[in-house]
């Protein structure tokens, strides 16, 4: 089967920097689109950053200019840098992936970010 699986989330200060990590293994023909999304205690969850296989990229405003997001469609891993992290990054990350031939949705167990003095 198909697997997603997160690393690189932890504690940091306000200020500081991450850099998430997302490896797919199994068997994938070919993604179109890999995604990081996040859920903070009490909200809902939300798109972080996208990136095709075409390579556009898309991010949400509250993180446009801070995060980064790169993907390799070869090797199928994904990244996220975050920088300039706020208390309001606090959340738990997911890595997320989709095929549309044939149509599949994959997704890792995610991975919690802190960010707190």
């Known amino acids: 089967q198909v697997q997603l699986v997160e690393s690189g989330g932890g504690l940091v200060q306000p200020g500081g920097s991450l850099r998430l990590s997302c490896a797919a293994s199994?068997?994938?023909?070919?993604?179109?689109?890999m995604a990081w999304y996040r859920q903070a205690p009490g909200k809902e969850r939300e798109l972080v950053a996208d990136?095709?296989?075409?390579?556009?990229?898309n991010y949400a405003n509250t993180v446009k200019g801070r995060f980064t997001i790169s993907g390799d469609f070869v090797k199928n891993t994904m990244y996220l840098q975050m920088n300039s992290l706020k208390p309001e990054d606090t959340a738990v990350y997911y890595c997320?992936?989709?095929?549309?031939?044939?149509?599949?949705?994959?997704w890792g167990q995610g991975i919690q970010v802190t960010v707190s003095s």
């Open positions: 997320s992936a989709r095929s549309y031939s044939p149509v599949s949705n994959y």
């Open positions: 199994g068997s994938i023909f070919w993604l179109n689109v």
């Open positions: 990136i095709t296989s075409g390579g556009s990229r």
